[in-house]
């Protein structure tokens, strides 16, 4: 079962690898929507902008999120590649 984790400002499905009660240790499975790129705090700013550069999370790369941070998350599984792939094209 897949959950839906935010990161920043992005969104991914993950899965649980180890619950420890208040931390919960999850793993990038896809991505949902990809962090946002550009000025974050002035966007509609032109001059002066500051570029902030923001990666997805990597396939499988884990982080640790507490229980109120986790929503299901029912949806077809895809592969991170592909999952990827749509949220670039639908930022």
Known sequence: MLYRFSH???SYGVSIKEDDGDQILVQV???IKHPKQGDLHHPKKIEG??????KALSHFEKRYATR????EFNVETMSYEDSL???????
């Open 85 to 91: 792939q749509q949220a670039i094209t639908n930022f």
């Open 8 to 10: 920043k400002t992005g």
């Open 49 to 54: 902008v500051f570029f902030h550069e923001r």
């Open 68 to 71: 109120s941070q986790l929503r």
């Open 29 to 31: 499975e896809q991505v």
